[in-house]
């Protein structure tokens, strides 16, 4: 079983969702656990269903648990965990909903989260099953085979530089260990694969002999797909699909792979010119994505006409500035006709706003990211961009409220969070609580030293004193 989208779930479990998602935002944590459990019945593959529901559950929680509670919250789950783990043999979507119901009181409570990564795993839900061991890891920061689990799960789900610097960290804490220096090992060969084939089927274009009932067709669309495939392999392709369409010249999809395929070889006139005759034909007319394709291959199209420079010309620097600047005015004004066809897209609305970010336009910007936060899959880098809004317009005070907000929503402390904190600190520093922002530039220091300056302004902090 694959994990889903928003795009991939009813109409009717979508707006659950919509009504969790609102009930979170409102503090309504027990209406909004239970929309979550509703919406994770019907869809236990739905990602940021489970995502929003670990959030509320978190929030309801408050944090960390006394002593007593931790005793009240595990003698209490202790029927549950027995019922799910019988449950896990026969019905392992059945566990699942079993470990929320243990959860919902007591979100760190490890028994849940062991049952949700074993249920998960007998799914195929890498995602979920990472969630739960990340909590897991922390619950329990030397277990063995806890990390090494937690490793394989980061792996497979496309971060594996992220999971090799865990595993790493965790050998030089714990000490050399024959069986965590062999997994290490195995990750590292792995992490391309891994990070390619997950990639793959999380797009929804992976597994193409089972979508595609053409076998011959298959094998060629797997090799229209690689990176590495060489030049005569594209152009071979390219015959294939043009004798095709000469019998098809209606069909969408062989117009779409010669348009990625002349694009593949930097071909990008002819890529548009296919593109452009899939937009015109009935099947093609009402298709968003390919107004995405389109907006994707003009943006190449400008970068190779900027790799095209001879860097030794006198006037490189600003032929380089004019074609970016004329590649962000064809995006802002290519997104502004798709937020003028789909004015209630949040996601649109979102990308809108980040254009106008770059484009300097921050007004403009903070309009659309303000609605767009309430996009749940867009909402806390909208508040991150709208936090670095106000710090542009000097507006410090708000900008700090809403990237402390942003940081209280996301509960992995990833790339995504040290951005936050980042962005927080440099803040605090305009402001000029120098001790404040250190320490943000701290919490970042703790995991990963490396992060932008964050080691030279820890660091010069340190010397200083």
Known sequence: MAEKSINEISRDVRLWFQKGSDALQRENYDYAIDLFNQVLAREPAFFDGRKALRNAQFKKAGGGRSFFKKMLSSAGSSPLVAKGQMALRKSPAEALLIAEQILNNDPQNSHGHRLVAEAAKAMELPRTMSLSLDILVRNSPKDKGLAIDFANALNEIGEGARAEAFLAEFISTAGYDNELSQALKDLSARKTLGEK????????????????????????????????????????????????????????????????SYAQIKQFDQALECYGRAKASEAGGSDPT??????????????????????????????????????????????????????????????????????????????????????????????????????????????????????????????????FVYNLGTVLESMGKKEEAIEQFKLIYEVDAAYKDVGAKVEKYYSGQ
């Open 290 to 419: 390919l107004d995405k394709a389109i907006a994707q291959t003009r943006g190449r199209q400008f970068e190779h006409q900027i790799e095209q420079l001879d860097p030794a010309a006198p006037d490189y620097n600003e032929k380089v500035a004019a074609l970016k600047a004329e590649k962000l005015a064809f995006q802002v004004a290519d997104c502004q006709k798709q937020v003028e066809k789909f004015p209630t897209d949040l996601a649109i609305r979102f990308d809108m706003g980040v254009l106008y970010f770059q484009s300097g336009k921050i007004g403009e910007a903070i309009q659309e990211f303000q609605k767009a936060q309430n996009n749940p899959h867009k909402r806390l880098a909208s508040m991150s961009y709208l936090g670095q809004c106000y710090a542009k317009r000097k507006m410090y005070d708000l900008a700090a409220r809403a990237l402390q907000n942003a940081i209280k929503e996301k509960l992995i402390f990833d790339d995504e969070k040290k951005d």
């Open 197 to 260: 084939g997950y990639q793959s089927v999380a797009t929804g274009e992976g597994s193409y002999r089972d979508i595609l009932k053409d076998k011959e067709e298959a094998v060629s669309l797997e090799q229209s797909k690689r990176v590495e495939k060489n030049e005569d392999t594209t152009e071979k392709l390219i015959e294939e699909y043009e004798a095709r369409l000469k019998t098809e010249p209606n069909n969408l999809k062989v117009l779409r792979n010669l348009a990625e």
